[in-house]
């Protein structure tokens, strides 16, 4: 991992990946974002981010589904990822958990606690990367 951990946000409303980038690169975390699933793994494949802030209510592949490929994927599987969504029913909570999500926030999310998330998905992503 780099020094300055990269943080990959897939969202398809600009101002929440505006504002999750300058809170993320206040912190000396480098940002990329995707607007849909799509994008998402084609950063994914090319940027080889840390971890990966997920909205699921996007236009192409939905969030559900980049997880699914994300984590049957032998490359990408161990890649953390937090799911932000409005869906906050408990169904939605449960799916993206069994589907592998590191975590799952609801909207509106609170700051601190996606910073604390974040910093113990990176965490856990080390000591992963160190068994290897």
Do not use: C
Request: hydrophobic share 40%.
């Amino acid at each position: 991992m780099d020094e300055r951990p990269k943080i990959l946000i897939v969202d398809d409303e600009p101002f929440n990946v505006d504002y999750l980038e300058q809170e993320l690169e206040d912190l000396s975390y480098d940002t990329i974002s995707a607007a849909n699933g799509r994008e998402a793994l084609t950063q994914v494949a090319s940027e080889a981010p840390d971890v990966i802030l997920l909205d699921i209510l996007m236009p192409e592949l939905d969030g559900f589904q980049v997880l699914e490929k994300l984590k049957s994927n032998n490359t990408w599987r161990d890649i953390p990822v937090i799911v932000i969504s409005a869906m906050d029913d408990m169904a939605s909570v449960v799916r993206g958990i069994e589907l592998g999500a590191e975590d799952y926030l609801p909207k509106p999310f609170n700051l601190t606690l996606l910073k604390a998330r974040i910093g113990n998905s990176l965490h856990k992503k080390r000591l992963r990367d160190l068994e290897r």
